[in-house]
């Protein structure tokens, strides 16, 4: 694994995103996501897994840098495998955990989201949302339901219509996070709570989680390609590449100053 790190425990696994200092996702460490927890889901040893990141960053998101250098087939991959690995983590039947690490913004949320408990390193600087329309890509349905599952239709749309990023609190405040704590205390504290769901009959356990996300489930678009299709199409439009790019500038000079 290039981007990845997995920390083996008793009865769960900890998968630590871990590409550069942000862990911003590429086309790499989506298919290594895949790869990863098909074989979690389907090795009988393994009885949960907690996604993390690194210190200050659980993601930042897309890798803008690295996506808006792909060619055409290049872009329909990348968004046809990022539906694929949301539409595998929303139907992960196994404990899901994520341990936010820090900012989690737009694909970091996407991943987030996904999750059965999400619990956040508390800061005054961290955020975490779908700002997909302030950075101009296109959202889909399937994202937007899972947005609504944890928070609520009113306020899932209106923050996603505003591409607003959450503060800690204001996440917590809307049902998008379980809890905060102080950046060393969130994995033990994801680790805490997985060993409790890890206590309870598998089987069971299972089951509710399945009913639990029943009506989320049946409102997903099956075909990931289809559901992303328009974000694909859209990232050729001129003046949206135009605007993309400048984006990707302001934030390229940040990092050389």
């Known amino acids: 694994m290039n981007t990845l790190k997995l920390i083996k425990k008793e009865g769960y696994t900890i998968v630590q995103m871990n590409r550069g200092k942000v862990n911003a996702i590429n086309y790499e460490m989506v298919q290594e996501l895949r790869q990863v927890f098909s074989e979690i889901e389907k090795d009988e040893t393994v009885k949960g897994v907690i996604l993390t990141g690194q210190p200050h960053f659980f993601s930042a998101g897309l890798d803008l840098i690295e996506l808006i250098q792909y060619n055409e087939q290049e872009i329909h991959d990348f968004f046809s495998a990022f539906g694929v690995l949301y539409l595998e983590l929303?139907?992960?039947?196994?404990?899901?955990?994520?341990?936010?690490?820090?900012?989690?913004?737009?694909?970091?949320?996407?991943?987030?989201?996904?999750?059965?408990?999400?619990?956040?390193?508390?800061?005054?600087n961290y955020v975490i949302g779908l700002n997909e329309v302030a950075v101009n890509i296109q959202i889909s349905q399937n994202l937007t339901e899972g947005y609504a599952f944890w928070m609520g239709e009113g306020l899932a749309n209106r923050y996603i219509l505003e591409g607003k990023?959450?503060?800690?609190?204001?996440?917590?405040?809307?049902?998008?996070?379980?809890?905060?704590?102080?950046?060393?205390e969130v994995l033990e504290h994801a680790e805490n709570k997985m060993r409790q769901y890890l206590k309870a009959d598998p089987e069971i356990w299972v089951n509710t989680k399945k009913k639990l996300r029943k009506h989320w489930l049946d409102k997903l678009d099956p075909d990931p390609e289809n559901s992303l299709k328009e974000a694909a199409v859209l990232w050729w439009k001129p003046e949206i590449r135009s605007k993309m790019k400048a984006y990707v500038a302001s934030f390229s000079n940040k990092k050389k100053k």
């Not at 990023?165 to 060393?184: I, M, Q, S, W, Y």
């Open 90 to 124: 929303v139907r992960f039947t196994k404990p899901f955990i994520s341990a936010i690490t820090g900012h989690s913004p737009a694909g970091g949320c996407v991943l987030a989201v996904t999750s059965d408990n999400r619990y956040m390193a508390v800061g005054d």
């Open 165 to 184: 990023l959450l503060t800690g609190a204001e996440a917590k405040a809307a049902g998008l996070v379980d809890d905060l704590l102080p950046l060393d």
